[in-house]
């Protein structure tokens, strides 16, 4: 650090940003509202078995499956192509 004569070499303090304000502990007793539904679901296992009912997955079944994977795959055998290429290994799937 350069002084000038005359001048007092001080180092100007800035207020500090990290304050932390306390807030009372007596909400912290009271669960949150994401705990009281975890809590109720957990209590409730038919409405976990009503709720894996209605569940709808997002690929077909059976023939349409099969039918999508054949296309897919002739879709990225040009991916395919250029990995192993890249990389010097055949890659079979």
């Known amino acids: 650090m350069v002084s000038i004569q005359r001048l007092p070499v001080t180092i100007p303090q800035t207020p500090s ?3 932390v304000t306390r807030t009372s502990v007596n909400g912290a007793s009271e669960p949150t509202p ?3 539904a975890v809590a109720q679901s957990v209590r409730d296992p038919e409405l976990l078995d009503a709720a894996h009912s209605h569940i709808q997955y997002d690929q ?3 023939r349409n499956r099969q ?4 296309y897919m795959g002739v879709m990225h055998q040009h ?4 990995l192993s290429m890249l ?3 055949d890659v079979y799937v």
């Open 17 to 19: 940003k990290t304050k």
């Open 34 to 36: 994401v705990a009281k």
């Open 60 to 62: 077909p079944e059976g």
């Open 67 to 70: 039918a999508l994977e054949s």
């Open 79 to 82: 991916k395919r192509d250029e």
């Open 87 to 89: 990389v010097g290994v």
